[in-house]
């Protein structure tokens, strides 16, 4: 079974760039979900895509962005960075939203962007 | 909207016992999950209760009173590795998703 992995592990960009960070879900899993951790804080919801549809959405602005892809793998971009988005961005993958265990989610290492 | 509080830092003995509370304030509750996040790592899965009651998973145990919106973390035979992070998180079905909404972490330290 193979587990969440993402790319890069780090990354620094400069304010107003834009950034594309990649989730491949573990195997089985159609749902990946992404979250942003600050440092010293829980994660933060920003999207979850269910079979490459976004399925819901935290308070999150639209310059945070997504995409599924057929293999159930994910995209997470972000626009115009302003310099509260470095942190560390986590995805997970689950089950169907609608399978009863799909409430245990399997992380990602994560992506540490640093903007600048 | 959804909160929860946890205690910020607790430190331990070695080969202890630590209890980790979280108390919650929900729209609709669905269930109370509990990770560790070791620095720098990914949070995993520990437990997750959706009934009140004790659930036990090894060293470790989890338990729900949906009466009191009160959970907690029950770690026994601690050992070094144990130093982390613990996070309760609450299903959140609100956004449209399945999603886990998380409370701000306690950093357990466990001391020889």
Redesign the interface.
Known sequence: ETG?TQSPTHLIKTRGQQVTLRCSSQSGHN?V?W?QQAL??????I??Y?REEE????NFPPRFSGLQFPNYSSELNVNALELDDSALY?C?S?LS??EPS?????????TRLTVT | GQSLEQPSEVTAVEGAIVQINCTYQTSGFYGLSWYQQHDGGAPTFLSYNALDGLEETGRFSSFLSRSDSYGYLLLQELQMKDSASYFCAVRDLGTGANNLFFGTGTRLTVIP
């Open positions: 969440v749902t979900s979250y010293g804080q829980g994660p933060q919801f999207f979850q269910y399925n819901g959405r935290g986590l997970a689950s939203p609608f799909s409430y245990e989610q399997y992380f990602g290492p994560g």
